[in-house]
Antibody
Framework: EVQVVESGGGLVQPGRSLRLSCRGF????????MTWFRQAPGKGLELVGL??????????EYAASVEGRFTISRDDSKSIAYLQMNSLKTEDTALYYC??????WGRGTLVTVSS | EIVLTQSPGALSLSPGERATLSCRAS???????LAWYQQKPGQAPRLLIY???SRATGTPNRFSGSGSGTDFTLTISRLEPEDFSVYYC?????????FGQGTEVEIK
């Protein structure tokens, strides 16, 4: 079965860092762009960023709201994508979803930024 | 950034009725890369339609998507009880990918 599973969420203080992981199953991970979205409580969906395949340079792009603070990387040998979140703000509180392209969504991992 | 505006914000209908949801883009969506998702409370979004009109695996054929350029529509031909939910459109043809604010289809 094709699926992605997020992990690494939790409660963190403002200004601190957190790293989320997204592991893929049932597909050739290296052939898929991986994307992170988020959804704040009671709100809509927002792109956080994406990382292209190595065949397309493995480059990442980010939403303006996280540019310079968040970094997406991938380890195709482990079928894992990472979202490194630095300088977290209270407004980063959300359920973070990892997706394979737009096709396959994980269940999400909750990040709460609060003192 | 492409802004997607969904209308109406909420739709009150009865089971068996037809639902028509609109998604309008502030500029043309490249290659009709427009998707529709269904999201139920406490669940991840579920992809229904991609490429404006192609059904994702497992999407019932009562769901259909249409449109191009800046105007897109999701139609549910006959509402089933499990279809009452929130629906989002998303464009993935232009960076950054963006979402509409959602349309809630509620039971009348």
């Amino acid at each position: 079965e094709v699926q992605v599973v997020e992990s690494g969420g939790g409660l963190v203080q403002p200004g601190r860092s957190l790293r989320l992981s997204c592991r893929g199953f049932g597909f050739t991970f290296g052939d898929s762009a991986m994307t992170w979205f988020r959804q704040a409580p009671g709100k809509g969906l927002e792109l956080v960023g994406l990382i292209r395949t190595e065949a397309f340079g493995g480059t990442a792009e980010y939403a303006a709201s996280v540019e310079g603070r968040f970094t997406i990387s991938r380890d195709d040998s482990k079928s894992i994508a990472y979202l490194q979140m630095n300088s977290l703000k209270t407004e980063d509180t959300a359920l973070y979803y990892c997706t394979r392209e737009i096709l396959t969504w994980g269940r999400g991992t909750l990040v709460t930024v609060s003192s | 950034e492409i802004v997607l505006t969904q209308s109406p914000g909420a739709l009150s209908l009865s089971p068996g009725e037809r639902a028509t949801l609109s998604c309008r883009a502030s500029q043309s969506v490249s290659n009709s890369k427009l998707a529709w998702y269904q999201q139920k409370p406490g669940q991840a979004p579920r992809l229904l339609i991609y490429g404006a009109s192609s059904r994702a695996t497992g999407t019932p054929n009562r769901f259909s998507g249409s449109g191009s350029g800046t105007d897109f529509t999701l139609t549910i031909s006959r509402l089933e009880p499990e279809d009452f939910s929130v629906y989002y459109c998303q464009q993935y043809g232009n960076s950054p990918w963006t979402f509409g604010q959602g349309t809630e289809v509620e039971i009348k």
